[in-house]
């Protein structure tokens, strides 16, 4: 199963690359998106992503229980899959979990991490039963500040360490730049 990791800072060109790339390899493409529409401004960009999109490339709107995907029509019927965004699916997972992030405990914590971590496992293995093609999209959160509140620290490990794991899976990671890319693992 071919993996494509696209990875960069904000509005680099990640979106935007992953949907070229997609289409070039001339199938019908299935779009996972992971945003949810919390308020105007999601709206706005969910519609803008959507408007990018060719009308042929089916859209699934899901950020877990990916064996559950699997036994879907558009599954078993397409080869080549987009998700969008890796770092979105993470904080779904998080806020899905009704705890403190400022006052649990770091076993709570190290828990929710787990978890979250086992739902990218789910994804790998279920596009990898079937030899699909997943391109991911994931935002690069840690080259800025030390967040001040533990959230932010925790969001920012979190998405470290998924990133690094889906790295480690990827044949090909591409860090976007000013919307260009920059290869910088090819082949495994």
């Known amino acids: 199963m071919p993996i494509t990791l696209i990875t960069g800072g904000a509005r680099s060109g990640k979106s935007s690359y992953a949907e070229k790339i997609s289409a070039a390899y001339d199938k019908p493409v ?81 828990r929710i991490e787990d978890e979250i971590k086992k739902q990218f496992e789910e994804l790998l293995e279920v596009m990898g039963k079937e030899d699909k093609t997943l391109i991911l999209v ?23 360490r998924i990133n690094q794991y889906l790295a480690a899976e990827a044949d090909e990671v591409v860090w976007m730049v000013s919307g260009i890319p920059v290869r910088i693992k090819e082949g495994k």
């Not at 401004?41 to 060719?54: G, I, S």
């Not at 994931?138 to 470290?160: H, K, M, T, W």
């Open 30 to 110: 299935v779009y996972i998106a992971c945003g949810k529409v919390t308020d105007a401004e999601m709206e706005d960009r969910v519609k803008k992503h959507q408007a990018r999109r060719p009308d042929d490339w089916p859209t699934v709107e899901q950020y877990q229980d990916f064996s559950q995907l699997a036994k879907e029509q558009v599954f078993k019927d397409h080869d080549i899959f987009l998700l969008d965004c890796v770092t979105t699916m993470a904080t779904n997972l998080m806020f899905d979990v009704d705890v403190d992030y400022d006052t649990c405990s770091m076993d709570e914590m190290n």
């Open 138 to 160: 994931s935002n690069e959160v840690g080259q800025g500040v030390v967040p001040s509140y533990r959230l932010g620290r925790f969001f920012r490990d979190l998405a470290g």
